[in-house]
């Protein structure tokens, strides 16, 4: 075959057709969960301002330093959203969300953006479902938001996952324990990798993130976040902690676990499937007590998760999973000549509008390629129309699987099939 001329970018992919099911019975899990939790979707622009995300995510992250696609029209910054949460928020203060009282439980289901190095479960265009709940600064708050990720992937089969939690404080918490990692981390610089001198000066605990070989046994022996928590913080994680062992939920603590954003304040969790290879992150998140009011709102707590479509559909893969129906019709129309074609393109509204999904044959193939057309489309049933069927008003429909068939008029037709699907 010809090289063909044009492809995806690097790092973007297409969903085919027959990819399609998947994505589909997906999305219909996390409506119905998302529902099941009293959640609203909520869905915003693909590009955002740059300065919203270099705020929101954070001016030293990865992201914002080296992963943006971002580009410049007139005066205005755009960007392609590398993530939903702080679009959530600006979306929430925009429009004073807050006004319709209570708490405002929103989850969104959409493509990301990142120029990350592509590799298996890493993209440049991938997907995410989150979920955030604006309002509230109870515990009880960030246990919903893991239960509703969890539930998700319970629904879906994936069970086999540790859930690691931590707590990474409040700004004074951070501050101090900032300033021990600093003296822990200062006389073993020479031997850490560039990467982690770099963070040193920009974010130490950001160290702690670092994947790079020579950094791991300092890493090991760091002091760890839970040692330098306020006392209000530490009642916080203890009571998160409480509640999930209620549930019976069960969780690994990691002192470690500060993720990659800027905006996290106390509970920070991460969904790990041991399917997944070496991104093992399905999803995580944690609360962003301090994100509404950096992008200009009232001081208001807020707790969220985001998770990738894609690692959930390679961990299926591994396990097994299969999701979605096969493609299918329930009744193709084979047609015999032209009037036959126009009696069909007649009668698919009546079949439609019955509930009956219907085909037929747009390009004037023989009865033999429309057969085969049938089958290929997964056909339920299948009926020959040509002139002596249209004279005697009668059609014999094909039940496919079983191989029998019935000649039938067609209101009986439709009845028949109405029952059926
Ligand atoms: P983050 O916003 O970085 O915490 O990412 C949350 C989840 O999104 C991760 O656990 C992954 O499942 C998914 N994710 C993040 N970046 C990518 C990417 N480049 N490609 C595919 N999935 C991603």
């Given at each position: 075959m010809a090289q063909p001329k044009f492809s995806t970018h690097l790092g973007m992919v297409d969903i085919l057709p027959d990819e399609v099911g998947k994505w589909q019975a997906i999305e219909r899990i996390i409506h119905e969960e998302a529902r099941k939790f009293n959640f609203e979707e909520i869905r915003t622009p693909i590009m955002e301002q740059t300065e919203l995300i270099a705020r929101g995510v954070g001016q030293l992250t990865d992201i914002v330093t080296k992963e943006m696609f971002a580009f410049e029209r007139g005066d205005d910054h755009y960007v392609l959203r590398p993530e939903c949460t702080a679009p959530v928020v600006r979306a929430f203060v925009e429009h004073h969300l807050e006004q319709r009282g209570g708490s405002q439980n929103l989850y969104y289901i959409g493509p990301m953006f990142r120029a990350e190095r592509p590799q298996k479960g890493r993209q440049r265009q991938f997907h995410q479902f989150g979920a955030e709940i604006i309002g509230p600064d109870d515990p009880i708050a960030d246990v919903e938001i893991i239960s509703l990720m969890l539930s998700i992937y319970n629904r879906v089969g994936i069970t086999n996952t540790t859930l690691k939690i931590n707590s990474v404080g409040d700004p004074e918490s951070r501050a101090a324990y900032k300033e021990a990692l600093k003296n822990y981390f200062r006389p073993h610089l020479d031997e850490m990798s560039e990467i982690s001198r770099e963070r040193f000066e920009k974010n130490p605990m950001r160290i702690l993130d670092s994947k790079e070989e020579e950094d791991q046994e300092f890493i090991a022996k760091a002091p760890v976040i839970t040692e330098y928590l306020s006392e209000e913080t530490e009642e916080h994680y203890a009571r998160v902690k409480t509640h999930l062992d209620e549930l019976e939920i069960s969780y690994t603590e990691d002192p470690h676990l500060v993720r990659g954003l800027d905006y996290y304040t106390r509970t920070a969790f991460e969904l790990i499937s041991p399917d997944l290879g070496a991104q093992d992150a399905l999803g995580g998140g944690g609360r962003y007590d301090l994100l509404v009011e950096e992008i200009g709102g009232q001081h208001t707590p807020a707790v969220g998760f985001a998770a990738g479509i894609e690692r959930l559909l390679i961990a299926c893969e591994e396990l097994d999973i299969?999701?979605?129906?096969?493609?299918?019709?329930?009744?193709?129309?084979?047609?015999?000549?032209?009037?036959?074609?126009?009696?069909?393109?007649?009668?698919?509204?009546?079949?439609?509008?019955?509930?009956?999904?219907?085909?037929?044959?747009?390009?004037?193939?023989?009865?033999?390629?429309?057969?085969?057309?049938?089958?290929?489309?997964?056909?339920?049933?299948?009926?020959?129309?040509?002139?002596?069927?249209?004279?005697?008003?009668?059609?014999?429909?094909?039940?496919?699987?079983?191989?029998?068939?019935?000649?039938?008029d067609f209101e009986n037709i439709v009845e028949r099939l109405k029952k059926k699907v």
């Amino acid at each position: 075959m010809a090289q063909p001329k044009f492809s995806t970018h690097l790092g973007m992919v297409d969903i085919l057709p027959d990819e399609v099911g998947k994505w589909q019975a997906i999305e219909r899990i996390i409506h119905e969960e998302a529902r099941k939790f009293n959640f609203e979707e909520i869905r915003t622009p693909i590009m955002e301002q740059t300065e919203l995300i270099a705020r929101g995510v954070g001016q030293l992250t990865d992201i914002v330093t080296k992963e943006m696609f971002a580009f410049e029209r007139g005066d205005d910054h755009y960007v392609l959203r590398p993530e939903c949460t702080a679009p959530v928020v600006r979306a929430f203060v925009e429009h004073h969300l807050e006004q319709r009282g209570g708490s405002q439980n929103l989850y969104y289901i959409g493509p990301m953006f990142r120029a990350e190095r592509p590799q298996k479960g890493r993209q440049r265009q991938f997907h995410q479902f989150g979920a955030e709940i604006i309002g509230p600064d109870d515990p009880i708050a960030d246990v919903e938001i893991i239960s509703l990720m969890l539930s998700i992937y319970n629904r879906v089969g994936i069970t086999n996952t540790t859930l690691k939690i931590n707590s990474v404080g409040d700004p004074e918490s951070r501050a101090a324990y900032k300033e021990a990692l600093k003296n822990y981390f200062r006389p073993h610089l020479d031997e850490m990798s560039e990467i982690s001198r770099e963070r040193f000066e920009k974010n130490p605990m950001r160290i702690l993130d670092s994947k790079e070989e020579e950094d791991q046994e300092f890493i090991a022996k760091a002091p760890v976040i839970t040692e330098y928590l306020s006392e209000e913080t530490e009642e916080h994680y203890a009571r998160v902690k409480t509640h999930l062992d209620e549930l019976e939920i069960s969780y690994t603590e990691d002192p470690h676990l500060v993720r990659g954003l800027d905006y996290y304040t106390r509970t920070a969790f991460e969904l790990i499937s041991p399917d997944l290879g070496a991104q093992d992150a399905l999803g995580g998140g944690g609360r962003y007590d301090l994100l509404v009011e950096e992008i200009g709102g009232q001081h208001t707590p807020a707790v969220g998760f985001a998770a990738g479509i894609e690692r959930l559909l390679i961990a299926c893969e591994e396990l097994d999973i299969s999701l979605g129906e096969e493609k299918s019709v329930d009744i193709y129309i084979v047609t015999i000549g032209e009037n036959a074609r126009t009696w069909a393109l007649n009668h698919l509204p009546k079949l439609r509008a019955n509930g009956i999904s219907a085909a037929m044959d747009y390009m004037g193939r023989s009865v033999k390629a429309q057969m085969k057309d049938a089958d290929r489309e997964n056909a339920k049933y299948t009926i020959i129309v040509g002139d002596n069927e249209l004279k005697e008003g009668k059609f014999t429909l094909r039940d496919m699987k079983a191989s029998e068939e019935e000649a039938l008029d067609f209101e009986n037709i439709v009845e028949r099939l109405k029952k059926k699907v």
